[in-house]
């Protein structure tokens, strides 16, 4: 059983620079690809960024690509998501998980991820 807990978000301006932390309660986590997805009112819960467990390979939407930068640190069993230029359609309850299937890639997919954190709210105003 993993437990992560998002922090990191609030409300900022559009243009600004927030970077979101997720902290995980197991070290297994470290072995495993994590994704940050997003989900803002009225849609669907959508894919943001993913990283293997060795941070060799990463993936992005389209949408945040060369805006957002997604990292982890094993040793402090903590992944962020950096993220810069943002605009107001980037508000969303942001979500980070964990693929207990995955090592060495990562899906896009939510149903491919078993553990989710509680969510951090992001708010860009204009």
């Known amino acids: 059983q993993v437990q992560l807990v998002e922090s990191g978000g609030g409300l900022v301006q559009a243009g600004g620079s927030p970077r979101l932390s997720c902290a995980a309660s197991?070290?297994?986590?470290?072995?495993?690809?994590i994704g940050w997805f997003r989900q803002a009112p009225a849609k669907e819960r959508e894919f943001v960024a993913a990283i293997t467990w060795s941070t060799d390979f990463t993936y992005y939407a389209n949408s945040v690509k060369c805006r957002f930068t997604i990292s982890r640190d094993n040793a402090k069993n903590t992944v962020y998501l950096q993220m810069n230029s943002l605009k107001p359609e980037d508000t969303a309850v942001y979500y980070c998980?964990?693929?207990?299937?995955?090592?060495?890639?990562?899906?896009?997919?939510?149903?491919?991820?078993?553990?989710w954190g509680q969510g951090a709210q992001v708010t860009v105003s204009s």
């Open positions: 998980a964990v693929d207990p299937t995955r090592t060495g890639s990562a899906t896009m997919t939510p149903a491919g991820y078993g553990y």
């Open positions: 197991s070290r297994t986590f470290r072995r495993y690809a």
